[in-house]
């Protein structure tokens, strides 16, 4: 009967009534959720009745994550953002109208899904995310967090935090200067690639203890590769929702771009697509489908086989400058993160062949580090540490080579600067 399924209705469900004081017909709920009923069953829609969601930043991806999560059954949701809808934002925005210009997204969201979903109870909070700050935004035991700021130590705040209390997130990596829809995927931070703010994400949590454990949605489109721009060292402005990879100034993000220090360009579409798959995947996560993600690049044995040979390498070098062996200061993702990020997937810095590539010390008398290990095809390895010591490397390969080679550990030493 309508009585007996009101009164099995969720709590949030009821305390959305009592809050916002609008009346709603259980039976319609159930018929406007019949569709997600038929695929993910009745247990699994109760349990996205029941859950609680937190959805920070309500720009172009988390209005469309939020959106979605909404419509898919989720009972309660808190969306949290400090910004006010723009009319330059519209063409991004899942929910905001002209109406809506200057008003604080979370609260234009807020009545929007008043209309779509009055039985949800959203907790709107016009408030910015800060470290000081995540432990109050994020209470309540929310079931997932999805993560969708732009601002870099924002965005590391969270995730820290949520990594430190088991709490589960889907983390947003950059939309910007990117179009193809064929290559959003989804995958553990460590995975990622051709993404800049991945990249800066990935060892800036690295830092912090964090190497592995969470979910991200990325594009592995290939970004236009940036040439340095001179007299030009200031640092990005960056706007909440422009999904920045919080990289130098000294590199233009895209041909005739008309200001370095102009936010990367977000092409409509593709934050929309952020936003859906991880809704999509948060969704399925809470209601118990399962969901495990294509693993993107399956390389673990060439990254062990690198290692090895590496390790193999530093002890030979040590043996012959009468120094004990000592364990290399890079693991398996080190050399994964050298491979497919400093050098492009592999290509040899030399050549750019990618047959039978391996890794070794750049410069003998330098440490060995990320910035100090190059990728080579094994023939080139074997001539380039048999190279006598202090040689001048401009002499062997050429200024050119050399320049190419060093040009990449500047710029991931920009990177790691940041």
């Known amino acids: 009967s309508l009585a007996e399924a009101t009164a099995a209705a969720p709590p949030h469900a009821?305390?959305?009534?009592?809050?916002?004081?609008?009346?709603?017909?259980?039976?319609?709920?159930?018929?406007?959720?019949?569709r997600n009923i038929a695929f993910l069953g009745e247990e699994g829609v109760q349990k996205l009745r029941n859950s609680f969601v937190v959805v920070v930043g309500a720009g172009g991806i988390g209005s469309w994550a939020a959106s979605m999560l909404i419509k898919s059954g989720v009972g309660k949701i808190r969306i949290i953002d400090f910004d006010q809808v723009s009319l330059s934002g519209l063409n991004q925005h899942a929910t905001a109208s002209r109406s809506d210009v200057g008003t604080p997204k979370a609260i234009a969201m807020k009545k929007a899904f008043r209309t779509i979903a009055p039985w949800a109870y959203v907790d709107a909070r016009v408030e910015r995310l800060q470290e000081d700050s995540a432990a109050s935004l994020l209470s309540g035991n929310p079931d997932y967090v999805v993560d969708c700021i732009g601002n870099l130590s924002s965005k590391l705040d969270l995730l820290k935090y949520c990594y430190d209390n088991k709490i589960p997130v889907i983390s947003s990596m950059s939309a910007g200067a990117k179009a193809d829809p064929s290559r959003v995927q989804i995958s553990d931070i460590s995975e990622t690639f051709e993404d800049p703010l991945a990249r800066v994400v990935r060892r800036r949590l690295k830092k912090l203890g964090v190497d592995t454990g969470i979910?991200?949605?990325?594009?592995?489109?290939?970004?236009?590769?940036?040439?340095?721009?001179?007299?030009?060292?200031?640092?990005?402005?960056?706007?909440?929702?422009?999904?920045?990879?919080?990289e130098k100034d000294s590199y233009s993000p895209l041909p005739n771009f008309p200001s370095a220090s102009t936010p990367l360009p977000v092409f409509g579409p593709l934050p929309a697509m952020f936003g859906m798959s991880m809704a999509t995947f948060t969704t399925c996560k809470i209601a118990g489908w399962a969901m495990d993600p294509l693993p993107v690049k399956n390389r673990t044995e060439l990254y062990q086989r690198l290692h090895r040979d590496l390790r193999i390498q530093e002890e030979e070098l040590a043996t012959k400058q009468g120094k004990s062996a000592t364990d290399v200061p890079l693991d398996r993702r080190d050399v994964g993160y050298i491979v497919e990020e400093i050098f492009r997937g592999g290509k040899s810095g030399l050549s750019q062949s990618m047959d039978r590539i391996t890794v070794c010390r750049w410069k003998r008398e330098?440490?060995?580090?990320?910035?100090?290990?190059?990728?080579?095809?094994?023939?080139?390895?074997?001539?380039?540490?048999a190279l006598p010591a202090g040689v001048d490397l401009e002499e062997v390969y050429g200024k050119e080579a050399v320049a190419y080679i060093e040009g990449l550990f500047r710029e991931e030493e920009l990177i790691c600067q940041l």
């Open 215 to 246: 979910d991200v949605v990325f594009s592995s489109e290939k970004p236009y590769q940036a040439k340095p721009q001179t007299g030009n060292t200031t640092q990005h402005s960056h706007q909440d929702h422009h999904d920045d990879d919080d």
């Open 366 to 385: 330098k440490p060995l580090n990320l910035t100090n290990v190059v990728v080579l095809t094994q023939k080139e390895m074997e001539r380039h540490v």
């Open 14 to 34: 009821k305390k959305a009534q009592e809050d916002e004081k609008i009346e709603f017909d259980e039976e319609l709920v159930l018929e406007q959720l019949a």
